[in-house]
């Protein structure tokens, strides 16, 4: 267990190093004259945040002529990701992406490139089938523990929260709420009285966090497991006399919890980096130019509240937008 942490915390410094080269525009140096195709299951467009990880992973293609880059919305269904992965891989593919829309669903899709020995590069989500050549992603359980400890931080080591999740069965989903209650576990006076999901939405967060508020009154923290979503959580709160009496921890970077943060109407966020598809595509490139790489490559996540948000929030910026 120790040697694991070690090797994780080690990951986590090489992913912080691996972001500045990024944010200094070094290129890769992909062989001359040589022409790729990138083919990206991606999971669904069904959120803010994933329609902006698909948009910053565009911008970052343009630069690289050579890359084509073909891009599949599986609308959330793992069905539907199986079917675009075959059809990616039949169309002679250099190499996969994939950001599953489940943990287990998509399964077959990893053994299908293995088959076919086309590297796979798994993106933002976690399959629990291990086939694949690389994996890059926000490492969930770690956000959902961050967030905890800083919810016991606030509250002074008690209290009652709830849980606002994400779709049922992703692996975000599941590795947060892993996370929250491994912390948990540290915390006995804090008890975890509820957990719904709001499905990465806002309009769904909202129902969700009334129906929570509705069971327990006498709430003292939430935690979402988006930014997008504590928006949500926030406006019910707002609607049911709560706001300010609740304590709210969110897990994003949008500019517009930020700014929440900066008013004091939320209190704190663990940043989720949207770069990940970006870095993703990269790890890709980097493995097409030859470069043998580690097998998990986790994002760096920094915590901000009041004591830091100075150096984050835009506050004269638009509010969806991400600034890590």
């Given at each position: ?153 606030i509250l002074g080591m008690e209290g009652k ?15 947060r709420t892993q996370g929250i209650k491994s ?23 909202i129902t969700a966090m009334e129906n929570m ?112």
């Amino acid at each position: 267990m120790r040697s694991r942490k070690i090797l994780l915390g080690l990951s986590c410094l090489v992913a912080a190093i691996m972001w500045t080269v990024v944010a200094s525009g070094q290129d890769i140096k992909l062989p001359a004259g040589k022409k790729f195709t990138i083919g990206w299951s991606n999971a669904s467009l069904g959120n803010p945040w994933r329609i902006a990880m698909v948009e910053m992973v565009k911008e970052e293609a343009k630069k690289y002529p050579s890359v084509n880059l073909l891009i599949t919305n599986a609308e959330d269904k793992a069905a539907k990701q199986i079917s675009d992965s075959e059809d990616l891989l039949a169309k002679g593919v250099d190499l996969l992406m994939l950001s599953p829309t489940t943990l287990h669903g998509v399964n077959p899709v990893v053994d299908k490139a293995a088959e076919k020995k086309v590297p796979l590069v798994v993106v933002q989500r976690e399959t629990s089938n291990k086939n694949y050549t690389v994996l890059v992603w926000n490492d969930d359980v770690a956000l959902g523990t961050s967030a905890f400890i800083e919810m016991a931080r606030i509250l002074g080591m008690e209290g009652k929260v709830a849980v606002v999740e994400g779709i049922a069965g992703a692996s975000s989903s599941l590795g947060r709420t892993q996370g929250i209650k491994s912390a948990a576990a540290n915390y006995p006076n804090i008890k975890l009285v509820a957990l719904q999901p709001g499905d990465y939405q806002e309009a769904k967060a909202i129902t969700a966090m009334e129906n929570m508020i509705q069971a327990n009154p006498d709430l003292n923290g939430v935690i979402s497991h988006s930014g997008t979503m504590a928006r949500g959580a926030l406006k019910a709160l707002r609607n049911a006399g709560k706001a300010g009496k609740v304590i709210v921890v969110s897990i994003g970077s949008e500019n517009h919890v930020l700014k929440e943060i900066k008013r004091g109407n939320m209190h704190s966020t663990v940043m989720e980096p949207t770069r990940v598809g970006v870095e993703g595509f990269r790890v890709g490139l980097r493995l097409l130019a030859g470069e043998k790489l580690p097998k998990l490559n986790p994002t760096y996540a920094p915590v901000v509240n009041l004591y830091n948000i100075d150096q984050w929030v835009k506050m004269d910026g638009p509010d969806d937008t991400w600034v890590w």
